[in-house]
């Protein structure tokens, strides 16, 4: 018997002779193994709840997509928001992750940033080493600018979210 496969991401169903998803190129599962997948994940999502801490706060689309990271690294999560004011305000948003899978959750965002981000890692080593990533010039581990050329140093993962419509 010939079964669709589908996405467990988008949970888009495709024939059953492709592999990978034509959006999100993740494998493609069963019927079975998706309904298995799916219940995984919502025990991952209780185990988030138990002894809770917010990893991340912000919009809910890069929320969303940092969920998506987290539970495909296996790292229980889950998305909570607030009730808004219904006056235009938009909802709170948190990743909560549970105490102990804290560190490890901000290690993984952290390693996402940088696979999203690539020019930061060449960035920050060239920081490390003590130089100025646009001009070269020396500077210290303190210095939130460049002392010669301007360039901002300190670069805060909110404000690179903001440029990129993700609040």
């Known amino acids: 018997m010939n079964q ?3 996405c467990p991401n988008c ?3 495709y024939l059953p002779h492709i592999e990978k998803c034509a ?3 993740a494998v493609l599962l069963l019927p079975e193994e998706h309904r298995q997948a799916q219940e995984e994940k919502k025990r991952l999502m209780a185990k988030a709840i138990e002894n809770a801490a917010v990893v991340r706060e912000g919009d809910l689309k890069w929320l969303g997509e940092l969920y998506k990271v987290l539970i495909n690294s296996g790292i229980p999560c889950t998305v909570t928001s607030d009730a808004s004011c219904n006056k235009g305000c938009r909802p709170k948003c948190l990743l909560i992750v ?3 899978n804290f560190e490890r ?4 965002i952290a390693e996402y940033f940088m696979e999203i981000h690539p020019e930061l890692r060449a960035s920050n080593e060239l920081i490390s080493q003590g130089k100025c ?3 070269g010039s020396p500077v210290g581990t303190g210095d939130k600018e460049c ?3 301007g360039l901002t140093l300190v670069i805060i993962e909110e404000e690179i979210q903001k440029e990129e419509g993700g609040g």
């Open 4 to 6: 669709n496969k589908i």
């Open 11 to 13: 949970e888009v169903e």
């Open 23 to 25: 959006d999100c190129c």
């Open 98 to 100: 549970s105490s102990e």
């Open 105 to 108: 959750a901000q290690e993984r």
């Open 133 to 135: 990533p646009a001009c």
């Open 147 to 149: 002392s010669d050329c």
